[in-house]
């Protein structure tokens, strides 16, 4: 893909100038702390030679949105309530498009590039339902902006075909986990406002390599390359590179945007039919947030297993933390992985089949100091045995029929991990036998 443009972005690179150095930063004027920060980590240091362009010294990363605005009547900053099986925490916002012709359809619209960029691997993904029958494709477009900043658009129903004619068609695609899942690494150019696809919604990411990662307590939990099955398969270790991403790097995509479509976008922050909305007085982070982990106590991501990656395909995992959109409220986004968590504890009507009874404990939620015995997850240091009761089923459902205990503990190796029980015989904190304890039937998670 040699032009006098990419030799010109080179011969920029090398220079190692103080003015290449200081690409890395980004004058945010809603953010000095950002600012502040990407310039700190910037200097002294030169970056070495690289065939991408600097990000910009003033001014935002992005030129535009990333949809035609009128589609859109909301965007999820999806944190840690994800849904079953996706990797803990999401740093994703989702893009949610109004009524389409029907009241159960969506509305399709574009997405569009939101600034100059390059394509590096598009993923092909073959959605099946429960007996294995394929469904659908979904789509995965990643986009280097810049130097230090990566772009991906992910569960793009239709790609665009002229994509798909530059990257040379399904034939130069290899399978990364098997012929359901499958990436091409590309070099395709796209200018702002190039269509990258069509869909009824889809999710947003952004990382940011030349900001500090995320302060985790385990963050080799997300650094790990998930793509256990491409090295079965022999696939290119540069696809491999491509399309892997790193969740401590997450950043806000909101926050890239040029000052007018960043309020406009903001503005639309909220649930995904736009009814809960984001009140930037009560959380103005509700977008920049989606690692929630706080040592010592109950409060982040947990994982059934002690060795597990976090970025993961399928991931059996679980998140303790506040909701994005009304941070007063907490939730238990459990993912169907708490065992004891029965469908008979589940208060649904009659009529509610057993498979929307198994759905439906997926995700509690309830406010702390609503009843006593209900604190919050930050608030649940290691060795007390916490107790939650009057938990909803989602936001609006029935509350179920039972507490729950939960308490955090270590190992003899020094880890972190969590004991959680959901007890039936009791449906308030106060009429459970004291003192409080765990029964065989408690699942261990861990940290």
Partial sequence: MASSWGNDLIKLAAAGSVAGTLGFVIINPQAPSQYSERLANAAPAVKAATAERPCPV?????????????DVISVSPLGSVTAPGEALPAPFIRVNTKKGATVFERRATMALAPARAEIEAIERRVQRDSDGAATGLTWRVTMSVCDAVKLYYDDIDVLSPDLMRKAGGLAAFSEVSGPDRMAVKTSIRVQTGDTIGEADGFDIGLEDSSLAPADLVRPERYKSNPYVEARVLNTDAGLIKAIDSDATLARC????????????????????????????????????????????????????????????????????APDSIDPQRL??????????????????????????????????????????????????????????DRLRTNFVGPRINGVILLQVDTTDEGAEIMRMEARGEATSCSALESPWGFTTNHTVFYR
């Fill in 58 to 70: 003033a001014g935002s990363i992005l030129d535009q949105g990333f949809a035609p605005l009128q």
């Fill in 331 to 388: 939730i238990f986004s459990l993912h169907g992985r708490l065992t004891s968590l029965t469908p008979g504890m589940v208060a649904l009507p009659p009529k509610m089949t057993d498979a929307k009874a198994e759905a439906a404990k997926d995700f509690l939620s309830f406010y702390p100091g609503e009843r006593a015995g209900n604190p919050t997850f930050a608030g649940v240091e290691k060795g007390e045995i916490a107790c939650f």
């Fill in 253 to 320: 995509p909101l926050d890239y945007l040029p000052t007018s479509e960043k309020t406009a976008w903001s503005a639309l922050l909220g649930d995904q039919f736009g009814i809960r909305k984001v009140r930037t007085n009560k959380d103005p982070d509700a977008c920049r947030q989606p690692i929630v982990d706080k040592p010592g106590t109950a409060q982040g991501a947990w994982f059934t297993d002690a060795s597990q990656n976090g970025a993961a395909n399928k991931v059996s995992a679980i998140a303790l």
